[in-house]
């Protein structure tokens, strides 16, 4: 017989085929041939004679989204444009991830990526049209669309997102997006003029209403001959990385309610329209403290110097340039409950900033005339009104650190210092790793708390969870 037909199941036999047959990657027709067979292997009684319904199996209770492998499923529609050549990366940076991907292509995708390449990567069928008898047999694109964790479209056309936005199906990724009751995380990717242009920040604007995910898209070079610009897709390790945390079992929120105000990076002092004054500093470990605080559930304020680097996700970020600009924008966002003053702020400014160019001269350098930046970590900590309950700083030293630490937290007023060895050696600044010291108030004693090497990210994760602590005791 060339094909199946089958009518009046018992929606509990209907639901264990779907369900069974999603898991295999093959369509409801393939998996009732396969049990067929199997059946009659196992029991070889059975050969060439009929089967009674009384012999037949009850089926299984439904299984989950997570297979018999405890993997998680992602369904990944790749759309139309040169970026698709990246979701063959991202495929296999999941299953790095140890997430089960099944993919659909659109018609104009396959026009860059084949089938067969994302098949072969996937170690799945791959699906693509809409009206496809063998997937279609039991409405493959509600499956699609429902039995998996996350949906993940990318690259995302400006088209794909027109059509999302209001709400079209006439094809198998849009139909699949239209019928989803799983996140979606969306990776844009598109000329610079197509993602600036009106009906896509539109498009772009309703779905963020909508509550759907998105990563980039990021600046750079296009594949058009000189053109350039913020449309270009993500990169796949990104894109893992935003789908891991997507995916990730929900963690507790002990700052749920709380306001946490943060500042990062350094600041650049003018001297003239060209030249500023400046650090090293490069905004990672304030980022990462950010991070982590809106991950235990904070809403934070995160104010900004000159930095390149991605706003974390959920916080509120607030760009600035000099030392005055950040205490003016530090104090606008008070009150909080929680202060961390992360941020390299420049010791010093010059008097009177040149309108010009200062152009060199027979007479050699022009003199500078230099100030006092305002010191925003003792202005916050000195407050009558508005002061957070706990304020915490960073002492950045080359020399006799915990020394200076200790002398900082006094004279500063601060209730924690976070101390840090930022010597050339040490590759702190800059750098992804970091060696910090924790200097609290015991009464009249400063306690010293010394962490070893960590990510930086690991620095904020241990930071946040003792500053939940002491919340959780003081309240």
């Not at 936005?165 to 197509?194: K, Q, T, V, Y």
């Not at 005055?324 to 009177?352: C, K, Q, S």
């Not at 001269?361 to 009104?385: R, W, Y």
Request: aromatic residues 2%; contains cysteine; charged residues 25%.
């Amino acid at each position: 017989m060339a094909s199946l037909t089958i009518r009046k199941l018992d929606e509990t036999v209907k639901a264990y085929l779907r369900l069974r047959s999603a898991g295999n990657g093959r369509s409801v027709e393939e998996e009732v041939r396969v049990i067929l067979g199997e059946l009659i292997q196992g029991r070889p009684e059975l050969s060439g004679a009929p089967i009674s319904p009384s012999s037949a199996e009850a089926p299984a209770e439904a299984a989950p989204t997570i297979n018999a492998s405890g993997e998680r499923n992602v369904t990944l529609i790749i759309g139309g444009g040169i970026a698709a050549f990246k979701s063959l990366e991202l495929i296999r940076r999941l299953k790095e991830r140890h997430i089960d991907v099944r993919c659909v292509l659109t018609r104009a995708a396959q026009q860059f990526v084949t089938p067969l390449s994302a098949s072969a990567l996937s170690h799945e069928r791959v699906y693509t049209d809409l009206f496809d008898p063998g997937s279609e047999f039991d409405a493959g694109h509600i499956r699609l669309a429902r039995e998996c964790d996350l949906i993940i479209v990318a690259p995302a056309t400006a088209d794909l997102m027109a059509k999302m936005a209001h709400g079209h199906a006439d094809d198998l990724a849009s139909a699949i997006l239209l019928a989803a009751n799983r996140p979606i995380l969306l990776a844009p990717a598109m000329n610079p003029l197509m993602w600036n242009n009106a009906a896509t920040r539109r498009n772009v604007m309703q779905l963020r209403r909508d509550g759907i995910h998105m990563i980039g898209p990021n600046a750079g070079e296009m594949a058009e001959s000189n053109e350039a610009g913020v449309g270009r897709m993500s990169e796949a390790i990104e894109i893992a990385a935003a789908v891991a945390d997507i995916l990730r079992p929900p963690q507790p929120r002990p700052l749920a309610g709380k306001r946490v105000l943060i500042t990062a990076g350094p600041t650049h002092e003018a001297i003239d329209p060209v030249r500023y004054i400046a650090n090293r500093s490069s905004g990672k470990q304030g980022f990462a403290i950010a991070a982590a605080a809106q991950a235990a559930g904070a809403d934070v304020t995160l104010v900004s110097g000159p930095v390149d680097l991605r706003d974390p996700a959920g916080v509120t970020v607030i760009r600035v340039e000099s030392a005055r600009d950040m205490l003016h924008r530090v104090e606008a966002a008070l009150p909080a409950d929680i202060a961390i003053f992360a941020a390299a702020v420049a010791d010093w400014r010059v008097a009177n900033e040149g309108e010009q160019k200062m152009k060199k001269t027979s007479a050699g350098m022009p003199p500078l005339q230099l100030v006092e930046n305002p010191d925003i970590l003792a202005t916050i900590s000195k407050l009558k009104e508005k002061r957070p309950p706990l304020v915490i700083g960073f002492a950045a030293e080359t020399e006799h650190l915990i020394d200076n630490a200790k002398a900082k937290i006094a004279r500063k007023g601060c209730d924690w210092i976070v101390a840090n060895d930022v010597s050339p050696a040490t590759g702190v600044m800059g750098g992804d790793r970091n060696t910090v010291h924790l200097l609290t108030h015991d009464g009249e004693e400063i306690n010293v708390d010394s962490w070893p090497v960590m990510t930086k990210e690991q620095v904020a994760a241990e930071l946040v969870a003792k500053i939940a602590k002491t919340v959780e005791k003081s309240s």
